[in-house]
């Protein structure tokens, strides 16, 4: 057989076996086959780089060169002979009768391998049985000892059968396990999740009608939905578009408490127009006292609540942010908006559900004010109370408008003024101010630093112009105000995007901080060409892209300019096989090669070993560090 | 062949020279032969076979199941063509038959009414071929790994047991009892091989990789154990002295003549022994693939000119010159390991036994009559070889084309 001849083949047979198809390519099939019959020594050759085939560590080289395989072994006497003859092998590569050189990946195709092998091999015991004794032995060695079923579909062996069978039983066992602990910890969690549920619902309850109270948008339905007050108490829930608008129906008696803490809260609550959620809570806690109060009064003065109750007001704009002095009483507040800190610190104590009032009069005494001021102040205390959480609001949300009254007369323009002068920390040299003092910057200098044998010479103090002036002078820094960078660097990125570092005068990656237009290039000249410059230092002149490029095209030769943005990519032997490696790199292979990686375990053993062994010698005269 | 034959005829040539010469060729070209099958009876595999040295004809396999078969070789049919026939079975169905699987077989040396089988069910059955029933049934302590019966013996009838525990059995046909114990070896006893020559020396082989030989009219002890390295101490390490193999020592085969010794161990060599002195000839066989953990059985050829040595090696079975070590061919034919092989010294013909249940026969392949060229080329144009099985023709299709 002549040399092209032999490497045809060759070839033939490895390009035939590296197609990743399911099915051989006809042409290249028939090529090789025209090749074979030429004469036996073709045949032979074929069949060893078959063989070789055979034996590659991928399951689709495998099928593909078994294809090949079946194909001959049909056509030639010859290739029979030589197939047969090594018969074991060919099935402990084809039908795994070996259990210790399985099948190897993809298991898909190995499973199709096998399932057709063994087909392959019945057929041909069939056929060829009878002549070839091996093959009879091989098929009864299949049939008797490995105990394939030829029949079945899936063409198993009993032992891959019962492994089958076993695993499924084994699903099953720990499926139902499972089932049984959910249902167990479901059982148990029962009582819980029904206190939650109720918890829950009667939460609900309670929040939802409330809380639509204060939303503007169903302002208008607050009024049906509310189940706790009823329907003849409309003037205490006045509907909000009065509360919005600003008419705002006042009601005399110690029924105002509520009415004007909810108010107040009203107004508070639509400046902060319910954003902040912190702000519903503290909303809700109030109301949350107001409630039953509310209730309790209602229940007090049924019959004779009625409209004379109310008086007109005049109309207000907006609302009123900060309550007068003589109206914080009646607001149910502290009259002073300083609190004690001790207030802040307490610890929460359950809601105190304030006694029913005494019973209303028009004209509030003295006495009862006093009263109601010390309860105030009792409330305040409480954090959960209203007016804590009113005043802890008021604390938090910044002051709009004209200030009020409440902030005192003594806030005046001059004030104000004396607020912007700088205020300089009292120093030495304030201390003493416009006096010539008699012994600044004298220090008194001993030569000798010895406690009884003194030199004969004394010349103690010196003068020192250097404390002197320090005394009297006074340094004042000023480094300015911090400005925060509001520039980008802008200077356009590998991925098409612009550099998004936020330094003040250079960028370290990108040099100082130019001008740029929107993609990214210098808006002035000289930087253009600086920036040109330097990228042309980093790579050598012979490896400019379009250089390349236009030399590529005149070779027509690849140089691999392309190479130079992406990065070099091995190219793939075998293009069309299915890579078994793909599945073992992952992340976490990736890393546990990083992690495990022998030389990095030795260094991480070595650095802890020395850290023990540093111990050992620092402490070693110490029993406990000595005996380990 | 023809000049064999003539210088016999006038003399020339001692007689047995021709014969040695064309069993040596049988042998050369042995090989797996269609025409020759084996009917397969046992359904797992097979540990043990034997053929019967009076007559040559009957052939005795022991298999893992427990199952023993007694097979008919002889071919009176007159066609090539000859499949084995079982003559008797002790099958599963059998009251006597051994719980546990077969390990050795051999017939009675003097007639074939009687045969002897140990298995690893603790038992050895002296068996009546006729009845198939056992006459005798020895019970030991541990699975009896091995028996033989010593073929040329006169003036004893003992049979030498092998079994799990390291004192060597000596059982009395005569009396039916276990009289003698042999003491020296320290794990169990894998093999035991009566000498061909002398009927009271006895080679055993043992996993604590020891071959001791024996005389057993002399019961202190072994006459000598044979050491891989003939004494010489700076080879061996301290705990090497003595020891046949590296590993354990799970074959062990006289020549015919009696005067080697040939022992297989599972680190994977064979080695040849002067039997008589215990020496090691240091013949270099190379690699025997050997990973059994119970006893091997091999064979070596008998009455041909350089004597040949059938060994199992894996799946195959390996063909030696005995005193070269040159490896002639490697028969394959099985598809799992091979326990065991025989040779029948009458017709050159190797059986072979594997874990894969298959009962191999290796025939010589008989010469192809030569026909003259003229002739040959007008039978091919006439008939186109008529007398082929269609199976070993070549059928291209004329698509490719």
Redesign the interface.
């Known amino acids: 057989m002549e040399l092209p001849q032999r490497e045809r083949l060759s070839q033939l047979v490895e390009e035939l076996t590296t197609s990743g198809q399911q099915q051989l390519h006809q042409e290249k099939m ?1 090529e090789l ?2 090749l074979c ?1 030429l004469s036996t020594d073709c045949i032979d050759h074929v069949y060893h780089s078959v063989m070789t085939q055979l034996s590659q560590e991928h399951a689709e080289i495998r099928l593909s060169a078994f294809q090949i395989t079946s194909e001959l072994f ?5 290739f ?1 002979t030589l197939l047969v ?2 018969f ?1 092998e060919f ?1 402990e590569l084809t039908v795994e ?1 070996d259990s210790e050189q399985p099948l190897p990946p993809p298991k898909e195709v190995a499973r199709k391998l096998r399932a057709l092998a063994i087909q392959t091999v019945q057929s041909w015991q069939t ?2 049985g ?5 093959l009879d ?2 098929y ?2 299949l049939k ?2 490995k105990k394939v079923d030829f029949q079945d579909a899936e063409a198993r062996t009993v032992a891959e059968r019962r492994r089958e069978e076993e695993r499924q039983r084994k699903m099953e066992r720990i499926y139902r396990a499972r089932v049984e602990a959910a249902a167990k910890d479901m059982e148990e969690s029962y009582g819980d999740m029904e206190a939650a549920l109720t918890e829950m619902e009667s939460c609900m309850k309670l929040l939802f009608p409330e809380f639509s109270l204060f939303l503007p948008d169903s302002s208008g339905q607050s009024e049906e939905e509310q189940p706790c007050c009823s329907r003849n108490q409309n003037p205490i829930f006045p509907p909000s578009s009065s509360f919005l608008t600003g008419r705002r129906p006042q009601r005399k008696g110690n029924q105002s408490v509520g009415v004007g803490g909810l108010l107040s809260l009203a107004a508070v609550c639509q400046h902060a127009e319910l954003h902040h959620t912190a702000l519903l809570h503290i909303c809700l806690t109030q109301l949350f006292f107001l409630l039953p109060q509310m209730k309790a009064t209602s229940d007090g003065e049924e019959d004779e609540d009625d409209e004379e109750e109310f008086e007109e007001v005049p109309e207000k704009e907006g609302y009123e942010p900060h309550i007068p002095e003589h109206l914080r009483a009646e607001y149910g507040l502290d009259p002073s908006p300083s609190t004690s800190a001790a207030a802040l610190s307490q610890q929460k104590a359950p809601p105190r559900r304030p006694p029913a009032p005494p019973a209303p009069s028009s004209s509030s005494s003295s006495s009862s004010s006093s009263r109601r001021m010390k309860r105030m102040m009792e409330e305040e205390q409480d954090p959960t109370s209203a007016a804590a959480t009113l005043r802890l609001l008021r604390e938090k949300l910044p002051l709009q408008g004209e200030p009020s009254g409440s902030d005192g007369p003594g806030q005046s323009g001059p004030e104000q003024q004396a607020a912007e002068v700088p205020v300089v920390p009292f120093g030495l040299d304030l201390y003493y101010w416009g006096q010539e003092q008699p012994n600044a910057g004298k220090i008194i200098k001993s030569a000798s630093q010895h406690q009884f044998w003194v030199p004969a010479e004394v010349e103690e103090e010196v003068e020192s112009q250097e404390l002197l002036a320090q005394s009297r002078s006074r340094y004042i820094s000023f480094p300015g105000k911090f400005v925060p960078v509001s520039h980008f660097c802008r200077a356009p990125l590998g991925n098409g995007a612009l550099c998004q570092r936020q330094d003040r005068l250079k960028c370290p990656f990108h040099g100082p901080i130019v001008p740029r237009d929107s993609e990214g290039r210098p808006c002035r000249e000289e930087d253009r060409q600086r920036e040109e410059q330097r990228r042309k230092e980093q790579q050598p002149d012979w490896r400019d892209e379009e250089l390349m490029r236009d030399i590529e095209a005149a070779t027509g030769e690849d140089l691999g300019s392309s190479r130079n943005r992406r990065g070099k990519k091995k190219k793939k032997k075998f293009p069309n096989l299915s890579d078994l490696k793909q599945s073992s790199n992952t992340a976490r292979s990736r890393l546990q090669r990083k992690v495990f990686n022998k030389s990095t375990m030795r260094r991480v053993a070595d650095v802890l070993s020395k850290a023990d062994r540093r111990k050992h010698d620092k402490f070693s005269n110490q029993f406990n560090y000595a005996l380990n | 062949m023809l000049g064999f034959l003539s210088a016999r005829q006038t003399g020339l040539d001692d007689p047995l020279r021709l014969r040695r010469a064309e069993s040596t060729r049988r042998v050369l070209s042995l090989k797996l032969n269609p025409d020759r099958d084996v009917d397969r009876i046992h359904g797992n595999g097979i540990n043990a076979i034997d053929i019967e040295t009076i007559e040559g004809r009957y052939m005795l396999s022991g298999g893992a199941d427990g199952v023993i078969v007694i097979y008919d070789l002889e071919n009176h049919s007159g066609k090539q063509q000859y499949t084995c026939r079982p003559v008797r079975t002790v099958g599963r169905s059998s009251r006597h038959v051994h719980r546990f699987s077969v390990e050795t077989v051999q017939w009675y040396p003097y007639d074939t009414g009687m045969f002897v089988s140990s298995s690893f069910d603790k038992t050895m059955k002296v068996w009546d071929t006729e009845t198939l029933k056992p006459a005798e049934v020895f019970e030991f302590e541990g699975n009896v790994y091995s028996h033989h019966l010593s073929p040329i013996a006169r003036k004893h009838s003992l049979i030498a047991v092998g079994t799990k525990n390291p004192k060597i059995q000596l059982c009395d046909l005569k009396s039916g009892s276990r009289i003698h114990v042999l003491q020296g070896h320290r794990a169990e006893v894998l093999s035991v091989r009566w000498s061909p020559r002398y009927e009271y020396i006895l080679a055993t082989a043992s996993a604590d990789s020891k071959v001791k030989v024996w005389d057993v009219r002399r019961a202190s002890g072994s006459l000598f154990t044979l050491d891989q390295h003939n004494g010489e101490k700076s080879k061996a390490s301290s705990e090497a002295v003595n020891t046949a193999h590296n590993g354990r020592v799970n074959g062990l085969c006289f020549t015919s003549d009696g005067l080697y010794l040939l022992t297989t161990g599972t680190d994977d060599r064979m080695r040849l022994w002067n039997s008589a002195t215990g020496e090691n000839t240091l013949v270099n066989y190379g690699k025997v693939c050997n990973e059994s953990r119970k006893r091997l059985q091999f064979s070596v050829s008998h009455g041909c000119s350089p004597e040949f040595v059938f060994v199992p090696c894996g799946s195959s079975v390996a063909v030696y010159t005995l005193h070269t070590g040159e490896l002639i061919t490697m028969l394959r034919g099985h598809y799992n390991n091979v326990d065991c092989c025989e040779f029948h010294p009458d017709y050159q013909e190797l059986y072979s036994g594997g874990k894969d249940g298959n009962l191999l026969a290796w025939v010589p392949v008989v010469r192809n009559p030569d026909v003259e060229e003229d002739s040959k080329d007008e039978k091919r144009g006439a008939a186109g070889l008529p007398a082929v099985n269609p199976a070993f023709q070549d059928t291209w299709s004329s698509d490719e084309d």
């Open positions: 028939k086959k025209k019959r049909s056509r030639s006497h010859h029979r003859d090594n074991q099935l009768t056929s060829y009878s002549a070839y004794k091996k032995l091989g009864h060695f008797r000892v």
